[in-house]
């Protein structure tokens, strides 16, 4: 399957519709591994597939081109989603040179046997196609090291890698022949999953961006933006400084429901006009779509039952999984129930300090069951996420 993008220009990847576990990121409506195939007076094949994909790469590259006359193969990104089936790909191409910079080719060498192919080492400059021209430019950890954008000024075109992509399969390849809104929020999903640690080195590149006209953006998972490129230059300006919403968020793990019925009164307490207040069990929720909420979450109240003096196995997986995504501006208090021995909700406030979260309040811990009164409490804090999440966005 190939796909037309622009004139000689053609999507030449993979659409992986069954994987629903991308190293522990719940890709719920699958993936895409996209390629591009750039035909000028020299043809250029920007970045391959994951590695148990590459035949499906070269016959889609075989239906618009012999292999034998590609002359390069551009890797913007050495992680094996994009650059797995390069041996294969290097194989079957041999008059292709390879074009990366640096780093990337030192990466590249730690994944495979790369001393048979020939390597252009590109530094920020350019290659001409004839007609047309690929323009590198080095976009530090957005998403390894290594990464770079391929810019086409005569299509307009930002072949952008990891940045802007979407864990999306869709028989579509454009923002306007799907939802908008689907295709943003699995952006969303992508950007605090993948890039959220990163949002000073996003800013830097939304920087670069800026000063290149853009018509379309081509990223390396999902669809391409056309219709809506603004839209998701300005969402990833949002983003890379974890921009709050007038929104809070109850989270929590629970034994026998005491913290559960406590983290309900908070919900309840927080869910006032004009703030959206969403209340997640963490045991029936998934570490992605907590870290998607978290992105631009104003307040947060993290629950945990005490379990053997600390908190809940996966309330820790999930205060894990944040440590390392580090989402910034954020306030919130910690709670739970205990029984003989507490531990829990000092656990979670502990994280909360070492993480330097503004803290709305002391932990509000309660033995065994909540009272009416504990409840009322409850709700009072629930109210107090609230005001925050008001006043952080009235803020901006
Ligand atoms: Fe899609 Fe960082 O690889």
Redesign the pocket.
Known sequence: MNIKISDNIDWVGYVDWTVRDFHGYETARGAT?NAYLVRDEKTALIDTVKRPFADALLANVAAVVDLGDVDYVVCN?A????AGALPRVMAAMPHAELVCNKRCAAALARHADTSGWKIRIVDNDAISLGGRTLQFIDTPMV??PE?MFTYLPEDRILFS??AF?QHYATSQRFDDEVSAAVALDEAKTYYAN?VMPYGRQVAAVLDKAAALPIDLIAP??GIVWRSHVADILAAYRDWSTCRARPKVVVIYDTMWDATGEMARAIHEGASQPGVEAVLIHVRLSNLTRIAAEMLDVAAVAFGSSTLNRGMMPMAAAVLNYLEGLRPANKAGFAFGSYGWGTGGAEAVHGWLESQKWDILREPLRVQYRPTPDVLDECRRAGRLLAERARSATAER
Do not use: A, K, N, T
């Not at 992680?79 to 994009?82: K, M, R, Y």
């Open positions: 591994y990104h992680e094996p989603d994009h998403h390894w990464s890698m990891d992509g993948i390396s998972h």
